[in-house]
């Protein structure tokens, strides 16, 4: 069956520190891949998205970036972060052409103090 | 204007109740509608998946889609303390979109 891990689950970081979220999907082979941000009381806010490896899409421009280097795979990664940067983050993945399915990781609470 | 509009509560019922949740939108190309709960400080976890108006039934949730008045509904029967969650709704037509999200409380 497929699983999909997510860490750190919880962290807290001063403004202009670098921040690195990793996600690792098993079980299944070329992934799309999905970050995502929820903001207290909010809904979920798509931030990147992946069809393979070192295939990237921006949804938003942002203090954040993406990479996958390998195949299941997903780092979300800031040089300095912002107070505007904290929330809880979610890792998702899905079947190519699924058309909405998605299966999400535990998610990570980042607070930017 | 939202593409996809979702009240986000909380709704509080008894245990035993029918809690009845709706989404409308506006994007004629939606396709396919779901329904994902999620726990507090958890991901959210799909419950229902549909694609053509009509109902869909699985235990004690039913999805309802009408896709004329473009309107979604998720109903619990017999609704549990378990069940206390926040449910979002999402709709996929090339690209997927989620409502805010309804807070259910579920009281015993």
């Known amino acids: 069956s497929q699983t999909i891990h997510q860490w750190p689950a919880t962290l807290v970081q001063p403004v202009g520190s670098p921040l690195s979220l990793e996600c690792t999907v098993e079980?299944?082979?070329?992934?799309?891949l999905y970050w995502y941000r929820q903001a207290a009381g909010r809904g979920l806010q798509l931030l990147f998205y992946?069809?393979?490896?070192?295939?990237i899409s921006s949804e938003v421009p942002q203090n954040l970036s993406a990479s996958r280097p390998q195949d299941r795979q997903f780092i979300l990664s800031s040089k300095k972060l912002l107070l505007s940067d904290s929330g809880f983050y979610l890792c998702a993945w899905s079947v190519s052409g699924s058309g909405g399915e998605l299966f999400f990781g535990e998610g990570s609470r980042l607070t930017v103090l | 204007q939202k593409e996809v509009e979702q009240d986000p509560g909380p709704l509080s019922v008894p245990e035993g109740a029918i809690v009845s949740l709706n989404c409308t939108y506006s994007?004629?190309?939606?396709?396919?509608f779901m329904w994902y709960r999620q726990y507090s400080r958890k991901g959210p976890e799909l419950l229902m998946y549909?694609?053509?108006?009509g109902n869909k039934e699985d235990g004690r949730f039913t999805a309802q889609v009408d896709k004329s008045s473009k309107y979604i509904s998720l109903f619990i029967r017999d609704s549990q303390p378990s069940d206390s969650a926040t449910y979002l709704c999402a709709m996929w037509g090339g690209k997927l979109q989620f409502g805010a999200g309804t807070q259910v409380v579920v009281t015993p």
């Open positions: 079980g299944t082979s070329n992934p799309n």
């Open positions: 994007n004629s190309a939606f396709q396919y």
């Open positions: 992946s069809v393979g490896i070192g295939q």
């Open positions: 549909t694609y053509s108006s």
